[in-house]
Nanobody, 124 residues
Framework: QVQLVESGGGLVQTGGSLRLSCAAS????????MGWFRQAPGKEREFVVA?????????YKDSSVKGRFTISRDNAKNTVYLQMDSLKPEDTAVYYC????????????????WGQGTQVTVSS
């Protein structure tokens, strides 16, 4: 049974940092892309960043997060990380980890497995 378990969310002030973790289990993920999505209240779930398990290629939403957020993976631990720096109130959302087989994509509908989410709140 595939499980993705996020951790590391919390409350932080503007300009602060958090590191989210996503521990993956239940299958071999070498052919998967791991994505981070977020969903703010009243808004649709949006893509943030993704990484290839196989070669570490990364794909960022846009300049609003690139330079502040960094995705990485630890193959030995089957864990993906999202380092978030210079956080802003508009980053407040539930952050989800997801896995997609075979190729990169930014649409939530293309992802096969999801974690339960972790809340990130940035106070102004």
């Amino acid at each position: 049974q595939v499980q993705l378990v996020e951790s590391g969310g919390g409350l932080v002030q503007t300009g602060g940092s958090l590191r989210l973790s996503c521990a993956a289990s239940g299958r071999t993920f070498s052919s998967y892309y791991m994505g981070w999505f977020r969903q703010a209240p009243g808004k649709e779930r949006e893509f943030v960043v993704a990484i290839s398990w196989r070669d570490g290629s990364t794909y960022y939403k846009d300049s609003s997060v690139k330079g502040r957020f960094t995705i990485s993976r630890d193959n030995a631990k089957n864990t993906v990380y999202l380092q978030m720096d210079s956080l802003k109130p508009e980053d407040t959302a539930v952050y989800y980890c997801a896995a997609r087989y075979g190729r990169y994509g930014s649409s939530p509908s293309g992802y096969d497995y999801w974690g339960q989410g972790t809340q990130v709140t940035v106070s102004s």
